[in-house]
């Protein structure tokens, strides 16, 4: 299947429509090329899976911008239905915060 292919264009469109999903104003969020965002294989064995770590741009209705940051797992299940599993906004210092916790 397409969707299942080394490709990640599908799963990080996929992506971008559910995290737009759970935004209020829709209008105000713009997402940056698959070039500028992660995608990866979380498991070899399961080629329709991926991983995304990517950001969208927000700007507030009093003109302010924010970037957030987020991860997704999203998984192909067959007949154009994808699931997206272990959903989470990052904060900007949890990669730091992850490796000192130790």
Do not use: H
Not at 75 to 97: C, E, M, V
Request: with cysteine; aromatic share 12%; charged share 20%.
């Amino acid at each position: 299947s397409q969707a299942c292919s080394g490709d990640p264009y599908k799963a990080y469109e996929m992506t971008k429509r559910f995290v737009a999903g759970t935004l209020g104003n829709k209008q105000t969020a713009a997402f940056p090329y698959l070039s500028e965002v992660r995608a990866r294989k979380p498991d070899p064995d399961d080629p329709c899976a991926w991983l995304i770590y990517g950001y969208v741009n927000l700007t507030a209705r009093s003109g302010a911008e924010e970037q957030r940051p987020y991860v997704m797992n999203i998984t192909y299940s067959g007949d154009n239905q994808w699931r997206a599993t272990n959903f989470r906004w990052q904060t900007l210092g949890d990669s730091q915060n992850a490796a000192t916790a130790q």
